[in-house]
């Protein structure tokens, strides 16, 4: 079994006085997907961004790759090897697509290049003189995705990559997912759509109130369903 790339132990989170991470405990072990579902508010964003460390106080322990991240500041840990896409795409509309692309530094060795991002994504191809604010939502998604794949990053966040989008969008997400994970990408996923992480993810935790509840593994799902209603039912 492969050793775990990421430990997250006791991980606790603030905004102001607002206490919302209340302990996480969860690992992402080397070449996995991963999701964290739960119903909005649960903490699933947060518990990114603590990863990260752009919230404005943590405490507990994050360990990637052995090394504690609770401490660091947000410039040194993306430069290990860590990277995000946020719910909100982030890109930056009065540059084209190629400019977003080329805009993140690359950090280690293993990203892909630029034949391989756009065998992945050939619409971005298509569209490299296109600034932001003339991509579709699906196209600025893509974006968003392929603009962290050339990072050498071997750890990616990906925050709700299918909010919003047509259901074909979804599927060529989904497909671009689970190429990633061939290549050897590890990948921790929040997602509302538990039918789309479903086909994709090793092992789901589930997340209420700022903690993990349960942990369902894939080989699980099938009695774990009743178990997921539960959970993530309005």
């Not at 290049?113 to 569209?127: T, V």
């Not at 990559?161 to 994970?181: F, N, S």
């Not at 789901?204 to 369902?216: L, P, Q, W």
């Amino acid at each position: 079994m492969a050793e775990p790339l990421l430990v997250v132990e006791d991980l606790h989170a603030w905004y102001g006085e607002a206490h919302v991470l209340h302990g996480m405990h969860f690992s992402v072990r080397t070449g996995e997907v991963v999701t964290l579902l739960g119903r909005n508010g649960a903490g699933k964003t947060t518990t990114l961004k603590a990863i990260l460390g752009i919230v404005p106080r943590r405490s507990g322990s994050v360990r990637f790759e052995g090394q504690e991240l609770v401490g660091l500041p947000p410039h040194r840990i993306a430069r290990l090897g860590i990277a995000w896409c946020p719910e909100e795409r982030g890109i930056f509309a009065s540059l084209d697509v190629q400019e977003n692309l080329l805009l993140p530094p690359v950090v280690a060795e293993g990203g892909l290049s630029s034949a391989a991002i756009f065998e992945l994504f050939p619409n971005l191809r298509e569209r490299l003189s296109s600034q932001g604010t003339k991509l579709s939502g699906g196209e600025q998604q893509m974006l968003a995705i392929a603009r962290i794949l050339r990072t050498g990053a071997r750890l990616l966040l990906l925050d709700e990559p299918t909010e919003g989008l047509a259901p074909v969008i979804v599927q060529q997400i989904g497909r671009t997912i689970r190429r990633l994970k061939e290549q050897g990408f590890t990948i921790l996923l929040v997602e509302q759509n538990f039918r789309f992480a479903a086909k994709l993810a090793d092992r789901h935790y589930i997340v209420e109130h700022g903690r993990v509840v349960d942990e369902i593994a894939a080989t699980e799902l099938g009695p774990g369903q009743e178990r997921l209603v539960a959970y993530l039912a309005v």
